[in-house]
């Protein structure tokens, strides 16, 4: 990614004029040239054409140096923010790619990626000059044109979206886009420190993940320390004087264990490469927040990695160096049977060294090893060497594929780039289904991810699962191992609260697709009530001007009223903010100055009837569990985003505890007259621990007209007292207060109160 304009030197600017083009040199025009042509920037290409000429054939070669030429015609007086031409930054990404041996059309892509950005080349031009697969790699690395955003979050989003998606169309979209990224980030020394930390910031959230998912470690540990250098200096600074010092106290027992274990493998006739490693700083930083230790307390700074031969060889080589030194109980991960979704593969073992130092070997093949380097780009490293990539690259476009289908289900770039970052964790947790295939997850995923990782349409049918046989939540975390079956019913539909346990992006898109698509009409009905209640609290008119609603209609990038009216009714957009941006925008009209005027001079009422709840409202106003609300309570309404309105008690401990957080998202609601149906509530009852007290219970709610939906009991035959919670179904306060009356009256009931246990 390329800086933005703002993070460029006043001399930093497009060398294209509307409408004129500065001319190269006669000398470009030399068609028998298979040399890359010397930059007119003066900038040298010699190391990046030797890089290309090692592995592309003439042919491509030409092509390479035409888009070269052009790409240093338009840059041309462009400078970056260090005081070099421009055309050095598309150069260093192309030999970054060139070290992977990315194809012709990547290394095209990596010396034009900034045209249509900076210089205003159109999309159209380079399809001309270079053909349709340049053009869109260009294009899917380009940002957008500069339309309004509400904000830089917003734009940021878009940006991030459009990239992701192309890079779901060709994988090669990323890897420019990485290499682009890794080059910023060696030269972000020049800008300002608020940049740095921007960028870093950004580099950390978004690329660093990627890069990982992708198998891509070299320039994950490269972009991670990168990032923590600038997002902390004097730690970084500090921490690498400490790892530069230890290095001197510690080679004489890196050197021991190095000898140690070369001797060994060749007494078992294991051929093997066998080096040191040292943790990367962040590797190090990270380890020291999360087990809050001091630097001297680290002490697996070191690792080493065994490259054998075979598949064979790696579980032999394992059985050798536990025989060499005692392994640390706990501590051995076999990724080669169960590889990490990037496709990674190693045997990972932790064995007590020397002097009683904790030491980590990593035990792979040359092919694993070839893979866990590159990731994604062996394709192109090592196309000609037969190593064999099926799995990575079904898993990656497995990965791919899964993007497309959060885009088809998300509403919004923020919400879309939310469940992307969701599933760039790192580690994973390995399941099985009740036919022994193997499922990689993200740690923390629940049975119902499962569900929606199978398929949308079982996740969404799902009513309960069985964990190693035996029933368990919907929303039980899965541990490496589990044997998980879902159970559907065609009639089981997703709910609200299924969101507050899901962690996988597929499942949370599913899921909000589902609740903006469910009761889209009364979704649309309470977000015309809320946003007509804002205006008037304005002293607006709800009946807005023809040209009033065209504005905010394209300012806030929706379609019609009615999708501007169901994303308030979900919790997309509030209400009140909607209001604030209608009044901006007739008071920047001069034709509704009057508009605005009249009802300044003869203002209507000042309040809108409160909304009002029925309870059959479906997923458009829930109410919440915490407190169950019942007819005749007071009652307020949370719009929480995508869930639309959940409906507390005013004395809710939940409620006010959330109000505090955001007192912007809190309306007022009032129960309708004629509701026609009951609701649950929740009563705790203390009674004597004897024979039938449950019972005479149960019989005195039944006769009281209430329907018993579930019954929970604490207490054990040895208390005096035991505590039963029913869940029952009431029409209203009224009818509640009488049932407890008649409960007190029952021999051995020494309390009642409204509440679980």
Not at 543 to 563: H, Q, R, T, Y
Request: overall charge neutral.
């Amino acid at each position: 990614m390329s800086l933005t304009p703002s993070e460029r030197s006043p001399s930093e600017t497009p060398s294209r004029v509307k409408g004129k083009r500065l001319s190269a040199p006669a000398a470009f025009h030399l068609e028998d040239q298979t040399e890359l042509p010397q930059s007119i920037s003066h900038v040298s290409i010699s190391r990046l054409s030797e890089k290309l000429s090692n592995y592309l054939p003439k042919n491509e070669l030409i092509n390479v140096r035409d888009a070269f030429r052009f790409s240093d015609e338009m840059h041309l007086g462009q400078m970056r923010r260090s005081g070099e031409p421009y055309i050095s930054h598309p150069i260093a990404v192309a030999e970054i790619c060139a070290d992977w041996k990315l194809d012709a059309q990547a290394i095209m892509a990596a010396l034009l990626h900034d045209v249509m950005e900076d210089q205003d080349v159109k999309k159209e031009e380079l399809l001309e000059r270079f053909g349709a697969p340049v053009a869109s790699l260009v294009d899917g690395l380009s940002k957008l044109e500069k339309i309004e955003f509400q904000s830089q979050i917003e734009a940021q989003a878009e940006n991030f979206r459009k990239m992701l998606l192309a890079m779901a169309r060709d994988v090669r979209v990323i890897l420019v886009k990485l290499a682009d990224r890794l080059h910023n980030m060696r030269t972000l020394s020049v800008m300002t420190p608020e940049k740095q930390q921007r960028i870093a910031r950004e580099t950390m959230e978004v690329y660093v993940p990627i890069a990982n998912r992708l198998g891509l470690n070299n320039i994950f540990r490269e972009l991670q320390d990168l990032s923590f250098s600038h997002l902390y200096p004097l730690r970084y600074r500090t921490l690498s004087k400490a790892v530069k010092s230890a290095r001197g106290n510690r080679r004489e027992v890196v050197g021991k264990i190095l000898e140690a274990v070369n001797v060994t493998l060749a007494n078992a006739n294991i051929s093997a490469d066998v080096y040191g490693r040292e943790k990367t700083l962040y590797g190090i930083y990270r380890k020291m927040q999360d087990k809050n230790l001091s630097f001297s307390q680290v002490l697996d700074v070191y690792g080493f990695r065994v490259v054998v031969n075979n598949f064979t060889e790696c579980y032999h080589a394992l059985g050798v160096l536990h025989g060499l030194y005692k392994p640390m109980p706990g501590k051995f991960k076999d990724y080669i049977a169960m590889p990490k979704l990037n496709g990674y593969q190693s045997l990972h073992t932790t064995l007590i060294g020397p002097y009683g130092t904790p030491v980590e070997f990593q035990i792979r093949t040359s092919d694993m090893h070839h893979i866990a380097e590159s990731g994604v780009a062996a394709h192109w490293l090592y196309k000609d060497d037969h190593v064999t990539l099926s799995d990575l690259q079904v898993r990656t476009h497995a990965w791919l594929q899964s993007l497309l289908d959060i885009q088809k289900q998300t509403g919004d770039s923020a919400e879309f780039l939310e469940h992307v970052k969701v599933d760039l964790f790192p580690d994973s947790v390995y399941v099985f289904t009740p036919k022994s295939k193997i499922i990689a997850l993200s740690r923390g995923a629940t049975a119902l991810d499962f569900a929606y990782t199978i398929h949308t349409d079982i996740g969404d049918q799902t009513i309960a699962a069985k964990i190693n046989h035996e029933p368990a939540p919907l929303r039980t975390e899965l541990r490496s191992g589990d044997i998980v079956e879902i159970i559907t019913s065609p009639t089981s539909r997703p709910t609200p609260n299924w969101l507050s346990y899901v962690r996988t992006g597929k499942a949370r898109s599913a899921i909000r697709h589902y609740l903006r698509t469910s009761n889209l009409t009364d979704s649309t009905e309470l977000g015309r009530q809320l946003l007509s209640q804002s205006l008037v609290l304005l002293n607006l008119n709800p009946d807005l001007p023809g040209d009033i609603i065209e504005k905010l209609l394209v300012e806030s990038n929706a379609k019609s009223m009615e999708e501007l009216y169901a994303d308030i009714g979900v919790g997309r957009r509030l209400s009140t903010l909607v209001a604030r941006h209608i009044l901006d925008l007739i008071e920047d009209e001069p034709s509704s100055i009057p508009f605005l005027q009249l009802l300044n001079e003869n203002p209507i009422i000042n309040k809108l009837d409160h909304v009002v709840i029925y309870g059959s409202e479906g997923i458009s106003a829930e109410l919440a569990s915490c407190c169950l609300p019942i007819p005749d309570d007071e009652i307020i309404g949370q719009l929480k985003r995508d869930q639309g309105l959940v409906v507390h008690t005013c004395d809710c401990p939940m409620a006010k505890q959330l109000n505090q957080k955001e007192p912007e998202r809190w309306i007022d609601v009032v129960w309708g007259k004629e509701l026609n149906r009951r609701f649950d509530c929740k009563v705790t009852i203390y009674t004597t621990n004897e024979r039938g007290s449950l019972a005479r219970v149960a019989a005195e709610i039944g006769e009281s007209d209430a329907n018993i939906i579930n019954v929970e009991m604490e207490g054990n035959s040895t208390d005096s007292l035991f505590q039963i919670c029913f869940t029952i179904q009431v029409e209203d306060r009224k009818h509640l207060a009488n049932l407890m009356r008649n409960v007190r009256h029952i021999s051995g009931v020494s309390k009642i109160r409204r509440g679980q246990i």
